[in-house]
């Protein structure tokens, strides 16, 4: 199929999406802020003249609408709410007076061995790294986001749900902060979904499993410790920034599919495309596996 048809179809079908949830309500926007945004319109004229592949002109029609959908949510022309998540409230005075504070904290039993953590991180700055006596503590404070944070016990596993309720949208947004604290004594398994967010993780205190990243157009700064023998990180991510700081006292294999992005593995060894390991990876007992899929990112793996 010819990328002209495919171009064409892929803007139909997302301006046809846009305006049938403005008519229903789901989103708020004005239909002026959609031709505000006709210099995108050169730059789908650059990607199709541009001699690559089909694919790769396809994938960079999509993060150009993806970026086009984002500025029009966030338009500071005008005051609405993203995902009708709070009707029934004002908020045509979005201000520092009504600042968003939310603290959560679950104790912590002896008896839970094992700790799944579901995060959905919206905007802002997010700190992980603190130790605390609780199972987990989670504090947010802002006049855009607010979450809601849910447990559920199975035996010797606690599952811990973060998710934010919605964003507000207006003149005055304030800076977010949120900082999550979490207990040394469980082992993690962490499931993170990153928005538009500077996020900072020190994980090095805590036994870490498996990692997974989902990440839009994110900064994220990762350092994991040698507390497990293996440990997994999964990163998925589009137009991000993304930094992996492992240990010494660890070996790492690195797998990537990237488009249009650039890695930069310190003191790694190529195997093969694709395919990068630590010198002695085969022959030490302590493993970090990072696997990458990612359009438009700078990804970078060092050692510390």
Not at 18 to 43: K, Q, T, Y
Not at 148 to 162: A, F, L, S, Y
Not at 173 to 202: F, T
Not at 242 to 268: A, H, M, N, Y
Request: net charge neutral; hydrophobic share 40%.
């Amino acid at each position: 199929m010819k990328y002209g048809k495919i171009f064409w179809g892929v803007i139909l079908v997302t301006l046809g999406i846009l305006f049938a949830f403005r008519n229903f309500g789901v989103i708020d926007f004005s239909a002026h802020e959609v031709f505000r945004l006709w210099p995108l319109l050169l730059v789908f004229w650059g990607i199709a003249i541009i001699p690559l592949k089909p694919m790769v002109k396809l994938v960079l029609t999509v993060i150009t609408i993806v970026i086009g959908i984002i500025f029009i949510l966030n338009s500071p022309v005008r005051e609405y709410h993203w995902f009708n998540w709070y009707r029934g409230h004002d908020y045509t005075q979005n201000n520092e007076s009504e600042r968003i504070e939310q603290h959560f904290a679950e104790a912590f039993d002896t008896g839970v061995v094992y700790a799944k953590l579901n995060l959905e991180v919206a905007a802002g700055d997010f700190k992980v790294g603190n130790t605390c006596v609780d199972l987990f503590e989670f504090y947010n404070e802002g006049n855009s986001v607010s979450y809601d944070v849910n447990t559920q016990r199975e035996g010797k596993k606690t599952t811990i749900d973060i998710k934010n309720k919605g964003i507000r949208i207006g003149n005055n947004r304030s800076h977010e902060e949120s900082i999550l604290s979490l207990n040394e004594q469980p082992v993690w398994d962490l499931d993170i979904d990153v928005g538009a967010s500077d996020m900072k993780m020190d994980l090095r205190p805590f036994k870490v499993e498996n990692i997974e990243i989902n990440g839009g157009a994110a900064a994220i700064d990762l350092k994991v410790g040698d507390r497990v023998k293996e440990m997994n990180i999964s990163v998925d991510a589009g137009a991000s920034s993304i930094k992996i700081r492992i240990p010494k006292s660890s070996d790492c294999e690195v797998k990537f599919k990237t488009i249009l992005s650039s890695q930069e593995l310190d003191g790694f060894i190529k195997i093969k495309k694709g395919l990068y390991q630590t010198p002695n990876f085969s022959s030490t007992s302590n493993k970090v596996y990072i696997e990458v899929d990612a359009a438009i990112t700078n990804l970078k793996v060092s050692r510390y």
